[in-house]
């Protein structure tokens, strides 16, 4: 898909957020496959959630602090896979309403885990957040990687995120971590290992804050891929029974 066509699926992207969002009740989420999948158990429906999968907390605390370096459409040029590039669009036109607010923000570890911040080495296009294998090696020469959030950063990048979302709205915040029980690199154990513990730390200092674990005895793989963060059902059914049991759905 060109350029040209990326502009006219914006546009029908951004109609189906206005429709969502001017909904009675609706759910922003800040999920990958984990909760998504979750969502489909519960019978909840696509067109009232609201998610901003890649959005790491730095950059929606950007947002919210009227420091958003937004992307260019021209950097979608760099990612490889179409669901992606969706993904992408999330981040390039992300806005909260302010009037209509959500009814619940769900959130997962995922982006914090994983996903990089890449801006071109002009630093004239903005930023998005990605993961490596999302792009496109052909096409990745004048793409600079700023890495992930540091460890030593994280609690003091939560804590702002989580306090400016609480000037913008009293929502109940729902948030899972993602299982690492079949990760074996260790970059990313140390960080599930920090993530938990600075968001142990958050969930005592605010209200209305939710979190949730998996238990380990219950994680295995799919049996569609070996993929270390896609589970067995079992894990997406205990989850969807958990955010059930939490009594903080909006219907």
Not at 101 to 125: A, G, N, T
Request: charge should be positive; glycine fraction near 2%.
């Amino acid at each position: 898909m060109n350029l040209f066509k990326w502009y006219f699926y914006s546009i029908i992207y951004l109609i189906k957020i206005r429709l969502t969002t001017s909904k009675k009740k609706w759910i922003l989420s800040r999920t990958a496959c984990l909760v998504n999948d979750s969502y489909k158990i519960l019978n909840i429906k696509s067109d009232v959630v609201y998610n901003i999968q890649k959005g790491r907390v730095d950059f929606l605390n950007s947002y919210l602090n009227n420091t958003i370096n937004r992307p260019k459409l021209i950097l979608i040029n760099f990612i490889e896979r179409r669901d992606i590039k969706v993904l992408f669009l999330q981040q390039k036109y992300f806005h909260l309403p302010q009037y209509n607010k959500p009814s619940l923000f769900i959130l997962d570890s995922y982006s914090e885990l994983v996903d990089k911040q890449f801006e071109r080495e002009d630093m004239l296009s903005g930023n998005f957040n990605s993961c490596f294998s999302d792009l496109a090696k052909k096409k990745s020469y004048g793409l600079k990687c700023n890495d992930l959030i540091p460890l030593n950063n994280l609690f003091e990048t939560y804590l702002t995120f989580f306090k400016s979302f609480r000037t913008y709205s009293d929502c109940p915040i729902l948030f899972v971590f993602f299982p690492s029980s079949l990760e074996k690199r260790n970059v990313y154990l140390e960080r599930s290992k920090e993530i938990k513990m600075v968001i142990k730390k958050i969930e005592t200092l605010f209200d209305n804050f939710h979190t949730i674990e998996i238990p380990e005895e219950l994680v295995k793989h799919s049996k569609l891929d070996k993929n270390p963060y896609h589970f067995d059902e079992e894990v997406y059914r205990f989850l969807a029974n958990e955010i059930k049991c939490k009594n903080i759905l909006p219907f």
